[in-house]
DNA sequence: TTGAAAGCGCTAACAT
DNA sequence: ATGTTAGCGCTTTCAA
């Protein structure tokens, strides 16, 4: 059996009310008495059960946090972001992959529950019946302070952090058609999905705005995977229904269809335009002259990561917490053929 | 204050410890009363806690994770690989991210001895004086079972997963020479480092396999980062002093590297040539033709929690475990002009 | 099959 | 400043 806190008691001479006040940092303890439990401590290595102290104060210093997809760099970013903050105010962080399984989700919630969490951070799983009442009541019975990143729960009034998904396709819709694009394919993802309608908004308004109208059969409904769009703008090139540019809606759109793109060796931008929301390792590598709309995903784990302090500490919080991603213009975005000399691959 | 095993006891009238029996599937309950137990936790939406059940029962079902850098893609897999694992037998796991940092290693170690975690899988950090009889003690203090990932700890004898560093390293130095490179430059991270050392073994033999003789100036010494070779690389083109192939000993060295080489359009194979050892993400999404030794992480990441929970169960376990990674061939090693057709980038 | 009761290691209220 | 003591919510003997 471990060393106990009578051990130490015993060791020091004192009571273990004493030791447990060094323990603590509690003030009302003489010099003599800290230095001698100090000495017996280290003497013994002794390390104080989390599970003895949690029970007795009935709370922990953890909080939950659940990502759909840990391999993401977007959610791998997040995660230092959590944890940074999370050290700065002295909570843990227990992790959970859901893999997007809402099974797996569940059972995070479940431990989570087990382990009396002080607050939860988590990004919900996409999925057809998450906006049921009753997967609203999943969350509000855990009782405790809870911050959304960067997917939404409808109908809920979470705390969330989010970034501006409206302006993060408007800006580049509109960049694209200032360009002279006409003919843009932008992979939606599921369109009920509540980020991906404010995206498809942006995108609408943006050919709005500028008195045009988009053709609908641009709007290309898939899931949310790499493969997906790597399917289907193969898909595009094989029946030769290539659109002038292509918006990739997150960072695995991105992907699934650039590598397309690549494998038929059409270039960027000399035989199709593109651009994407959400950083893209390949751009951070090779500086691919991609023009992205970016997400700082570390920041937004800090903000979370902060947000949910103050719940914990009692204070109230703005209820949506909207971060700007910043598009950074480095030529991809141009009319095919207009400048035949800018290849990006 | 939450629900508790009372509660239960009293609304379905029996004593705690039949609730107890109940929650941990004992056989000696009758059908009624398990009915009656189980009607009141779902009523009350009862969760028991985690500390007084690992404080009575005096160890949790818990694992620590240890991983030196979360964001790179390695580790992530590796996570999964974890996670897959422990899902199954039941062990949930608390991760932790040192960033490489000695000092966040320590505190995540005394942070899992308070929750008296099952067992520990852990990427120790590089690091100077790691090596010391003390840095060992720090693990074995710990008295629980421990499976390192990837990187030894010199002169202990743990449980570890690595990778054949040596055949990793001896193998695409071969396939080089054959290919008629002598001049080729290998960044070699600390050479004192364990890892690096069997992998330096393994480039210096290929030369001797070959009755060749290496160039001392093309081992060159560096960090671990994708700056490090970033930068080396950019000296060595900028003095003129290109070599006929790259090794990149690291995935993060291999991105510096490329970085670098693409950033002066020096393009693979037609003016050097490039291998590397782990996967690529870029050569995933791109199909690159990157010539790659590649690691296959989740297995690392599954084998290790294989053996970790061997050893919770008290089985003995071999020491090392050597997993050997598969060379894709696939273009970018051959000799520069020997085709001019083949362009990776 | 069931219940009573001791104890896991700590905190916190109270007393001194 | 220090000690005594009563829990915190559960598991686990032991007895019935």
Sequence with gaps: MAITINDIAK????SLATVSRVLNKSPHVSDTARRKVEQAIREFNYIPSAYARGLSRNQSNIIGVIVPEITNPFFSEVITGITEIGDKHNLNALFFNTDESIDKERRALRILQEYRVRGLIITPVTGENRYDREYIQLFENLNIPIVLVDRDIRNSDFTGVYFDDYAALFKPTSLLIENGHKDIVLFTGNPDHIVSKRRLEGYCDAFSAHQMAYNPKNLIPCDFSMESSYNLTRKLILDHNLPTAFIGMTNMLSLGCLKALYEFGISIPDEVAFVGY???????????????????????????????????????????TILTPQMFIRGSERFPSSDPNLRIF
């Design 11 to 14: 060791k020091a001479g004192v």
């Design 278 to 320: 959400d950083r893209l390792d390949v751009q951070d590598v090779f500086n691919m002259h991609l023009t992205l709309v970016e997400k700082d995903a570390k920041e937004m784990g800090r903000k979370a990561t902060e947000l949910l302090y103050d719940k914990i500490m009692g204070k109230k919080t703005s209820t949506r």
